[in-house]
């Protein structure tokens, strides 16, 4: 009797992990033709060359390669994403569908959201020849976040910390200058102006140039740089020659970072927010930190002014006053 109980249960246990088993198989299966016919999608004769054309009026337009780049890898997901429509026939009821789809179940962010829908706007414009109106599908609410920065002392000991001699300069230009990642990747030796100690920013975000000011202690640590590493086009270039990669750029923050005992996540673009910061501590003009930082609009440098002003203790919490 104990036996045949113990058969019956072993008997439903086996069932139970074959149903599990082919549950599991059928969902590796769906998922690998649902990932094949994305590869297709993607590689497809007619995807490609809509993408091409798409890439190549961005660039008659002269669009900054980034906006190339993220624009196209943009309407590469909009197009497979509607790859069984003809886009003629797509509406703005369609795309907003879309975009609601893109919110709700995969959780873009807002900017991901304005960047999306600028990228159909344009791709539809150029290559389509539809104007469409995408402006109620933008997101209206403004995140207003402060910005997060390192104390001086943090600077400092990220800098003390690192003894290799590229890495500290990258490190000093990302903080002295309030360089952008993308614009220590690409400033040459011939940027640097000694005689009047300005740096030279070309082709920046939005494709502007400014000047910046060269710290005299960069550009000592940089005339040593220059003997040691001998760059030739670039100011910082590979192994092989050519531009650094940005990659290697972010590893050189984060482990200084880890060597100065930073706990929080230290990122390129964070000594670039302490270069603003500690400027407008410091009691620079708020129209000269915008300049060097490449602002269009002085309400976005204004942002910083609220964290010195904490910073500096201009502020008493109403619980000290009672």
Do not use: W
Not at 32 to 49: D, G, Q, V, W
Not at 137 to 156: A, H, I, M
Request: proline letters at 2%; glycine letters at 4%.
């Amino acid at each position: 009797m104990r036996l045949c109980t113990y058969t019956r249960i072993a008997s439903i246990k086996l069932v139970q992990l074959v149903k599990f088993l082919f549950n599991r198989l059928v969902v590796s299966v769906l998922s690998l033709m649902f990932e094949a016919k994305k590869f297709i999608s993607r590689n497809s004769p007619a995807m490609k060359t809509k993408l091409t054309q798409f890439r190549d009026l961005l660039k008659v337009q002269c669009y900054a390669y980034r906006t190339v780049k993220s624009y196209s890898n943009c309407v590469a997901k909009f197009l497979m994403a509607f790859s069984a429509y003809k886009l003629e026939a797509v509406t703005e009821k369609n795309i907003a569908n879309y975009i609601h789809h893109l919110v709700e179940k995969e959780g873009i962010s807002a900017s991901y959201q304005r960047q999306m829908l600028g990228a159909i706007g344009k791709y539809f414009e150029l290559c389509e020849g539809r104007k469409l109106d995408l402006k109620h599908l933008y997101p209206k609410r403004n995140q207003n976040r402060l910005p997060k920065y390192l104390t001086k002392d943090e600077v400092r000991k990220m800098l003390d910390r690192t003894s290799n001699l590229k890495h500290r300069c990258i490190l000093m230009l990302l903080y002295g200058a309030g360089f952008r990642l993308s614009e220590v990747l690409n400033v040459k030796i011939t940027d640097v102006d000694s005689s009047s100690m300005r740096l030279m920013v070309r082709g920046s975000k939005g494709n502007k140039d400014r000047l910046v000011v060269l710290s005299e202690t960069l550009l000592l640590e940089l005339r040593k740089y220059f003997l040691q590493y001998k760059p030739n086009v670039f100011l910082f270039e590979g192994p092989k020659g050519g531009k650094y990669s940005s990659r290697s750029v972010q590893a050189i923050v984060k482990q200084a970072a880890q060597r100065a005992g930073i706990s929080k996540p230290v990122t390129p673009h964070i000594l670039r927010h302490s270069f603003a910061t500690h400027l407008v501590e410091s009691g620079i003009d708020i129209r000269y930190v915008q300049e060097m930082l490449g602002h269009n609009s002085i309400k976005t440098t204004q942002i910083y002014t609220h964290i010195t002003d904490v910073a500096k203790g201009n502020l008493r919490s109403p619980l000290d006053m009672l």
